[in-house]
């Protein structure tokens, strides 16, 4: 069964970089028929698509975040990251890995748990 | 960017009533349109993909139509399970991949 697991520091101070993995079991990051995605939701508030990537290395971001994210994959550790620097108190948010499919099928299938990381020094 | 618009921000319901919530699209998504569930202290939860499929496990009274740009999520007897905020999404043309702002649905 499909299980993934974020984890990171649950604090960040402003201005420096917030640094998550997600941990895969019961699939590989290595498959040709998924993307693996972070999405974040802020306190009390909605959803926020932030970037995925494919197996091949390739990425694909929120333009209103491109700036200041990185998400790579290591398929050895069947795990892949997301990096976002520059935090602000506004990056305050439950971060969530997902996995999806690709093209126009990207609906998220399968979230893991998230892990709340807040900003503030 | 496609924008997604929810309505009602907030639909209060009584328990085995039929609940309906809309979604619409700033531009044509095709019927390429995800709806998710989700409960307090919960990850969100693939209600219906590509419109009108329901996703695995998901029970017959969750159903999903569209009318052009406007998609509607129908849950046709609500239980008490049902009460969560709902999210619609759209992946015709991305990135980004955009969410609605969600409709809450609450005990009447």
């Known amino acids: 069964q499909l299980q993934l697991q974020e984890s990171g520091p649950g604090l960040v101070k402003p201005s420096e970089t917030l640094s998550l993995t997600c941990t895969v079991s019961?699939?590989?990051?290595?498959?040709?028929?998924?993307?693996w995605g972070w999405i974040r939701q802020p306190p009390g508030k909605g959803l926020q698509w932030i970037g995925s990537?494919?197996?091949?290395?390739?990425?694909f971001y929120n333009p209103s975040l491109k700036s200041r994210v990185t998400v790579s994959v290591d398929t050895s550790k069947n795990q892949f990251s997301l990096k976002l620097g520059s935090v602000t108190a506004a990056d305050t948010a439950v971060y969530y890995c997902a996995r999806h499919p690709g093209g126009i099928a990207a609906a998220l299938v399968n979230w893991g748990q998230g892990t709340l990381v807040t900003v503030s020094s | 960017e496609i924008v997604m618009t929810q309505s009602p921000a907030t639909l209060s319901v009584y328990p085995g009533e039929r609940a309906t919530l809309s979604c619409r699209a700033s531009?044509?998504?095709?019927?390429?349109l995800a709806w998710y569930q989700q409960k307090p202290g919960q990850a969100p939860r693939l209600l219906i993909y590509?419109?009108?499929t329901r996703a695995t496990g998901v029970p017959a009274r969750f159903s999903g139509s569209r009318s052009g740009t406007e998609f509607t999520l129908t849950i046709s007897s609500l239980q008490s399970e049902d009460f969560a905020v709902y999210y619609c999404q759209q992946y015709s043309n991305w990135p980004p991949l955009t969410f609605g702002g969600g409709t809450k649905v609450e005990i009447k």
């Open positions: 531009q044509s998504v095709s019927s390429n």
């Open positions: 590509g419109a009108f």
């Open positions: 990537i494919y197996y091949t290395g390739s990425t």
């Open positions: 019961g699939a590989s990051t290595s498959s040709s028929d998924y993307y």
